[in-house]
């Protein structure tokens, strides 16, 4: 029985590598400035928009799911400001609650600001998983202590389109939700795994010392997370 075991958790343990390396591959969206949407019904939709490089520039709440006229006519209004003043050219919609209700509405502002300005706005609908994990970790606290949870999961959003890999390395593998069982098998090997994904993920693509965030230097073979650490603060000091 233990031999079976062992044998069916290797056996999980490479699936979760096999979808997890897809995963982290997937090409990023270069060069373009994007809006996070983190969908809603109760609490509204939380909208964040980052630049090129991911910095955030605006974030905002709207309620344009939950069947009021006057809501709605509100969050376009408020929308379409926000995407003429920062030139948005993308929107990253999370596969959340109320996602559909979402893209329905964002196809509608989409059609009016092309009738109205002529410019064209796409869409994307992302995978969310993991992002409210990253959103109240601890690392999510560090790099936006002024947002709450809700909208620092706005802003993975938008950052998962941008670049899949430097947003996912952020959160635990296990997190992401790419196999089964994960609870049940070897924690240590299923980490060590895992990380073995990511560390190769990002070892052949490569990180731009300029712009990477200290999580994905960590996963640079022969960097550890005190010279990840340090890169970055000698770039912030430096330039």
């Known amino acids: ?57 605006d974030h905002t709440v709207v309620m344009p799911t939950i069947n009021s006229a006057a809501k709605n006519s509100e969050a376009k209004v408020i929308l379409k400001a926000m995407i003429a003043k920062h030139k948005v050219e993308v929107i990253s919609c999370g596969n959340g609650t109320a996602s559909k209700e979402s893209e329905i509405f964002i196809v509608d502002l989409i059609k009016e600001i092309k009738a109205e300005t002529g410019k064209e706005v796409a869409y994307v609908i992302v995978n969310e998983a993991g992002a409210s994990v990253y959103s109240s970790s601890a ?60 560390e190769n993920c990002v070892n052949s693509v490569g990180a731009d010392l300029n712009t990477a965030s200290p999580e994905l230097l960590s996963h640079v073979a022969g960097l550890g997370p005190a010279v990840a650490k340090n890169v970055v603060a000698y770039r912030e000091e430096n330039g």
């Not at 949870?149 to 890999?165: F, K």
Request: charged share 25%; hydrophobic share 40%; glycine share 6%.
């Open 1 to 57: 029985r233990t031999a079976l075991t062992d044998r069916a958790n290797e056996q999980a343990i490479k699936m979760f590598e096999l979808n997890l390396k897809p995963l982290l591959m997937q090409p990023p969206l270069r060069d373009k400035i994007v809006m996070g949407w983190d969908p809603g019904f109760r609490t509204g939709c939380k909208i964040c928009v980052v630049d090129a490089t991911g910095k955030v520039l």
């Open 139 to 198: 690392l999510g606290a560090e790099e936006f202590p002024d947002y709450d949870v809700t909208e620092r999961s706005a802003v993975s959003i938008a950052r998962r389109l941008q670049d899949p890999l430097a947003e996912l390395v952020k959160i635990d593998p296990k997190a992401i939700g790419v196999g089964q069982y994960q609870h049940d098998m070897p924690q240590n090997r299923l980490s060590s795994a895992l990380d073995g994904v990511v």
